[in-house]
Nanobody, 117 residues
Framework: QVQLVESGGGLVQPGQSLRLSCATS????????MGWYRQGPGKQRELVAK???????NYADSAKGRFIISADAAKNMVYLQMNSLKPEDTAVYYC???????????WGQGTQVTVSS
């Protein structure tokens, strides 16, 4: 069982930045992939960014050039640096990991990001 705890959400103005953090209960070396998803009001959950055990990354088109996903093995943390935030980035952001051993998706409880002037 993997536990994930997100933090770092909040209310910001357009153009500002936020860094989301995800604390994992297990070593990130045990994960095949780690990612951030979001679900906006009235929308389906969508991938924002993902980082694989190989170090490769994948970003949604809406995140490219503005968001950066990273992982800290020493701290068992996954981060999402979000820059140049837009109102359409408003959503609940969820941390996701997939352990190598099971291939099962694990989710955090989510953290709210609101971008508004």
């Amino acid at each position: 069982q993997v536990q994930l705890v997100e933090s770092g959400g909040g209310l910001v103005q357009p153009g500002q930045s936020l860094r989301l953090s995800c604390a994992t209960s297990g070593s990130i070396f045990g994960f095949a992939a780690m990612g951030w998803y979001r679900q906006g009001p009235g929308k389906q959950r969508e991938l924002v960014a993902k980082i694989y055990s190989t170090g490769s990354t994948n970003y949604a088109d809406s995140a490219k050039g503005r968001f950066i996903i990273s992982a800290d093995a020493a701290k068992n943390m996954v981060y999402l640096q979000m820059n140049s935030l837009k109102p359409e980035d408003t959503a609940v952001y969820y941390c996701n990991v997939v352990p190598r051993s099971s291939g099962i998706d694990y989710w955090g409880q989510g953290t709210q990001v609101t971008v508004s002037s």
